[in-house]
């Protein structure tokens, strides 16, 4: 199983890939606070990257769960002197009740969920991967990548210049 968070879904549905989750990773599940965070608020806001999510809801290509948050979430939390948003909260107890891959791109929430024992990776990892598998052309993820940052995507410039880097070398 793979649990993905409000960002993944927004940033493929944004450029329409969101069909790549479903080629790399079958069906995918979401906690109910990420629907309401990338449906209900996107489409409130007019985001139309929120229709084509609903979409995949209702083709059941995305799966909503009812989950809580987990204390050890919580705990970890108060450890790392940080606040996660409510949609990653639950997107990482969905992942550890469940023992998936997370689908998550915030860093600190990221930490977290390796600290628990979650496997993590990003939207840059979904790029390369269907570059590697052919479902992607290099020159078309680089197109996606470098709209990404254009459109507000932050990472850090050593990790823009090592993705490019991969990719090249796929």
Same mark, same amino acid.
């Given at each position: ?31 109910? %606070? /990420?629907? $309401? ?8 806001? =007019?985001?139309?990257?929120? #229709?084509? &999510?609903?979409? +995949? ?14 204390? %050890? /979430?919580? $705990? ?8 996660? =948003?409510?949609?990653?909260? #639950?997107? &990482?107890?969905? +992942? ?17 969920? $390796? ?56």
């Amino acid at each position: 199983m793979t649990v993905a968070d409000t960002g993944i879904l927004i940033w493929l549905a944004r450029y329409n890939k969101l069909n790549l989750l479903k080629d790399l990773y079958g069906k995918i599940d979401i906690p109910a %606070k /990420v629907f $309401e965070e990338a449906v209900t608020a996107g489409k409130f806001n =007019g985001y139309p990257d929120a #229709e084509i &999510i609903e979409s +995949a809801v209702i083709n059941e290509d995305i799966i909503v769960k009812n989950t809580g948050v987990s204390q %050890k /979430v919580d $705990e970890m939390e108060k450890v790392f002197n940080c606040k996660l =948003g409510m949609g990653e909260r #639950e997107a &990482i107890t969905l +992942a550890l009740k469940t023992g998936s891959l997370l689908l998550i791109n915030d860093e600190e929430a990221s930490t977290i969920a $390796e600290f628990l024992c979650v496997k993590t990776k990003g939207v840059l990892f979904i790029l390369l991967k269907s570059v590697k598998l052919g479902l992607l052309k290099k020159n078309e993820s680089l197109a996606i990548f470098q709209q990404m940052l254009e459109d507000g995507f932050w990472l850090a410039p050593t990790t823009a210049v090592e993705f490019e880097k991969i990719l090249f070398e796929l």
